[in-house]
C-alpha cells in the first residue's frame, strides 16, 4: 500500500506505517522494487499508445496511405474496405453502395474523403490500441459529443482485393 505523503504534521509515532516505511522496514524495500519495476517496463512511458486516444495527421496519413482498411458502420448493417493510394484517390467497395472511390487527404488531425459526386466530409480517428480504429463525426450542434460511426477492424498493406 502505497502511502501519499504531503509532508511531516506531528510525529512518526503517531503514524506507525509512515514510520515503517520510512525507517527502512520490509515495506519500504517493497516500494522501490515496484517504483523501480515500473520505470523499466516504461508503465506511464509517452511513446505507448493510449487505447482510444485521438489520431494525429501523421498517424492517420501512416494508416491509411498505400493501404486497405476494413470495416464495419456501428448501427447500419454496412460493411466495406477500401484502398487509399498515395496520390490521394481511394477505392472502396461496401454491401450497401457496391464500389466507390473519389480522393481522400488527411486536414490537421483528421481523414477527409470526397467520394465521386459527393461533397465529401472530415473525421477524427482513434486508436483502439489493438489494431482496430474507430470513426468520429462531430455533429452540426458543436454542443454536441462526436459520434462513433465507423470502425475498422483491420488494416492490410497494398491491395490485397485489387481494387481499381
Not at 483502439?128 to 480504429?133: A, M, S, V
Amino acid at each position: 500500500m502505497l502511502l501519499p505523503f504531503f509532508g511531516f504534521a506531528g510525529s512518526l509515532r503517531s503514524r506507525p506505517l509512515l514510520a515503517f516505511f520510512l525507517t527502512g522496514g520490509k515495506m519500504a524495500k517493497f516500494h522501490i522494487v515496484a517504483v523501480s519495476a515500473a520505470l523499466v517496463l516504461g508503465w506511464g512511458a509517452s511513446s505507448q499508445v493510449i487505447a482510444g486516444s485521438s489520431m494525429s495527421g501523421e498517424q492517420i496519413n501512416t494508416m491509411m496511405s498505400g493501404n486497405t482498411t476494413y470495416g464495419k458502420h456501428t448501427r447500419k448493417d454496412k460493411r466495406g474496405h477500401s484502398f487509399r493510394s498515395a496520390d490521394g484517390t481511394f477505392v472502396g467497395w461496401n454491401n450497401v453502395d457496391g464500389q466507390r472511390s473519389g480522393t481522400w487527404r488527411v486536414q490537421g488531425n483528421q481523414y477527409c474523403r470526397t467520394p465521386d459526386g459527393d461533397s465529401g466530409r472530415c473525421f477524427e480517428l482513434s486508436d483502439n490500441g489493438d489494431g482496430t480504429y474507430k470513426m468520429y463525426i462531430q455533429p452540426n450542434n458543436l454542443a454536441m459529443p462526436r459520434k462513433h460511426i465507423w470502425t475498422w477492424t483491420k488494416v492490410v498493406p497494398g491491395n490485397p482485393e485489387n481494387l481499381k
